[in-house]
T-cell receptor, first 116, second 110 residues
Framework: GAVVSQHPSRVICKSGTSVKIECRSLDFQATTMFWYRQFPKQSLMLMATSNEGSKATYEQGVEKDKFLINHASLTLSTLTVTSAHPEDSSFYIC????????????FGSGTQLSVL | EDQVTQSPEALRLQEGESSSLNCSYTVSGLRGLFWYRQDPGKGPEFLFTLYSAGEEKEKERLKATLTKKESFLHITAPKPEDSATYLCALFSGGYNKLIFGAGTRLAVHP
């Protein structure tokens, strides 16, 4: 099956620093990538949708300047949490979609962000 | 508004005790209902896609069914390794985004 690689799997940082999370589709071209956030024992909440070469579309309530998304190629999208604070601590998951794969979404393994 | 509701929130089973998980949905134009399995600290793992009422799919001890209003994930003779959170999802706004239910946390005890 299709593979989506997400790195890092875990990051601990100090308040005020920025953290970059990478999401790569390894064996297919991802025309669209999605970024989700998940709090403990809760479901996945969509943060933003990004299409290769264009600006990301953010969900209501998600700060664009806080969560910077770049989808520069068909295999790579990055999420940068800028000036992170403890309330940004969460599990972040990316997913990728290719129209060649029956519109299925394949998910990365997630990144646990802890901001001290 | 497109919506996905899962029940129960949590389910505890004895090994071998079959049961079903429910996913109720409302959507303007179903373009696939998805079931995923998620283990703690991991991303969701794809299980099934169902497209039309009456469709059924099976994989080992799991069988997913679909009606016009809900989907069921039947677990037959579960084993402890089936313990996970099971998520139901569908495309909202056309193919624009995949929205998830809150999930059912399944625990299977020996």
């Amino acid at each position: 099956g299709a593979v989506v690689s997400q790195h890092p799997s875990r990051v601990i940082c100090k308040s005020g620093t920025s953290v970059k999370i990478e999401c790569r589709s390894l064996d297919f071209q991802a025309t669209t990538m999605f970024w989700y956030r998940q709090f403990p024992k809760q479901s996945l909440m969509l943060m933003a949708t990004s299409n290769e070469g264009s600006k990301a579309t953010y969900e209501q309530g998600v700060e664009k300047d806080k969560f910077l998304i770049n989808h520069a190629s068909l295999t790579l999208s990055t999420l940068t949490v800028t000036s992170a604070h403890p309330e940004d601590s969460s599990f972040y998951i990316c997913s990728a979609r290719s129209s060649d794969l029956n519109e299925k979404l394949f998910f990365g393994s997630g990144t646990q962000l802890s901001v001290l | 508004e497109d919506q996905v509701t899962q029940s129960p929130e949590a389910l505890r089973l004895q090994e071998g005790e079959s049961s079903s998980l429910n996913c109720s949905y409302t959507v303007s134009g179903l373009r696939g209902l998805f079931w995923y399995r998620q283990d703690p600290g991991k991303g969701p793992e794809f299980l099934f896609t169902l497209y039309s009422a009456g469709e059924e799919k099976e994989k080992e001890r799991l069988k997913a069914t679909l009606t016009k209003k809900e989907s069921f994930l039947h677990i037959t003779a579960p084993k402890p390794e089936d313990s996970a959170t099971y998520l139901c999802a569908l495309f909202s706004g056309g193919y624009n985004k995949l929205i998830f239910g809150a999930g059912t946390r399944l625990a299977v005890h020996p």
